[in-house]
């Protein structure tokens, strides 16, 4: 609403198939341009864009940023309801920590804007992050990870004293 009434174009998603750059934030990023984003639960929209632009550039400040992801946020899974206890039940063969996402102005599961359900899976040892996205997403009704492993391309790092752009 704001861009409209700074007399800026809003396009709708379905009605682009490219763009030139887009910038967001994240939870956690790492040095090799993996990322975690998990608190909207609307990671799936962001990575349809990601993928859609040629420079996807993460603005974090130094306490996001680590040579590896530290895991202190969940992994968020969108998944279709009619697969959620399948899902708990593969999540569970692999001995994987997890709850449905919820908020306290509601009984039950939270659902992404598409009305699938959102589970959050905790980790309590590191899992390389494209090893685990390309896991979590072999399970058959998820529809995305939180996890983002190809499509970071720079990170703009706001240091104490100074800020970087770091490029992959």
Known sequence: MLCVQKGMDVVPLQWIHSLDMAFDGCDEVDAQFCALKSGGGIHTLEKITASM??????????????????????????????????????LKELNFIFAYRQTNKK???????????????????????KTLCDLLKSITGVVEVSLFVKEVTGILLAREDRVEFLRK
Not at 60 to 75: F, G, M, S
Not at 114 to 120: A, C, K, Q, R
Request: a negative charge; glycine letters at 4%.
């Open 107 to 129: 009984d039950g599961f939270l659902f992404s804007e598409h009305g699938n359900v959102l589970i959050d899976v905790y980790l309590s040892s590191y899992i390389d992050p």
């Open 53 to 90: 632009a040629k420079e996807y550039i993460l603005m974090v400040d130094e306490t996001k940023y680590a040579q590896t992801l530290k895991y202190t946020h969940p992994i968020v899974l969108e998944v279709l309801p009619e697969a959620y206890s399948f899902i708990c039940e593969r």
